[in-house]
């Protein structure tokens, strides 16, 4: 993991947003039913400390209980999730 790659993506945080398609496609791929907030529970595994962040080309890719979250880097988008 590189610093870098974790301080940029945390200082993107506030830019963090998704598709409505995208939602449910994280919400259907890591059977997020009750979760209504799909961006917001992004943004706290993200936040959390024990998450492995890592960029590779234009995505970052967060790892975090058995899942793993895509995000376009420039734009901030959550594209998709699933479990490891």
């Not at 870098?4 to 994280?26: I, Y």
């Not at 259907?28 to 943004?43: E, G, I, P, Q, Y």
Request: aromatic share 4%; charged share 25%.
């Amino acid at each position: 993991m590189n610093a870098a790659d974790r301080d940029g993506l945390l200082a993107s945080l506030p830019k963090l947003h998704t598709t409505m398609l995208g939602a449910e496609r994280v919400r259907k791929n890591l059977s997020l039913n009750a979760t209504d907030d799909v961006v917001n529970w992004c943004r706290e595994q993200i936040k959390n400390p024990a998450a492995t962040i890592r960029k590779s080309g234009k995505n970052f890719y967060v790892q975090i209980d058995g899942c793993e979250i895509t995000i376009h880097a420039r734009s901030c988008t959550i594209i998709t999730a699933h479990r490891i």
